[in-house]
């Protein structure tokens, strides 16, 4: 289960948006982070760890760079919930073990309104409405419940 406020975002959020390309000369992730969604003055103000990102369709869209699910990671981003997703977005967020969770009522979420994620459901507790979510396929589950590709291959001990 996650629970966390919600930060609501609009259609095609690209990966320009989430981290600006003049900031990839930036030597690590967690020297990016503190630059994610710099324009986006809600996040900039709002935004806690454990928070879950919201959006509408195509979520991660633009360049296919790993760093923009990473330093969304690296923030503390709980979870995100989309209409749809970039597919190579979905995959380097899959890849991190950063929870990419389909749901097709977004457009009903409010900011800063509490979000619960559990099973196949996503719980809007300021207003106790249920939304049906796509549950991933059991492997890519897999991924995400040991923190990503990494992780996951060290757990199964085929990478050192």
């Known amino acids: 289960m996650i629970q966390g406020k919600a930060i609501v975002f609009t259609d095609n959020i690209d990966t320009d948006q989430i981290i600006g390309a003049h900031l990839l000369s930036l030597p690590s992730i967690s020297e990016m982070a503190?630059?994610?969604?710099?324009?986006?003055?809600?996040f900039v103000t709002e935004f806690a760890r454990g928070d879950i990102l919201v959006g509408g369709k195509n979520f991660g869209c633009g360049s296919s760079r790993e760093q923009a699910p990473a330093v969304l990671k690296e923030r503390g981003v709980a979870a995100i919930v989309a209409k749809s997703f970039a597919r190579i977005f979905f995959r380097n967020a899959v890849n991190l073990g950063l929870p990419v969770i389909v749901c097709s009522k977004t457009e009903e979420l409010r900011d800063f309104t509490k979000l619960e994620i559990a099973g196949d459901r996503l719980l809007d507790l300021g207003t106790?409405?249920?939304?049906?979510?796509?549950?991933?396929?059991?492997?890519?589950?897999?991924?995400?419940?040991d923190g990503g590709i990494i992780a996951h291959l060290r757990r199964k001990g085929k990478t050192a």
Do not use: M, N
């Open 34 to 42: 503190p630059f994610t969604f710099e324009h986006h003055p809600h």
């Open 128 to 145: 106790g409405r249920a939304y049906a979510i796509q549950p991933l396929p059991p492997f890519i589950q897999s991924l995400v419940d």
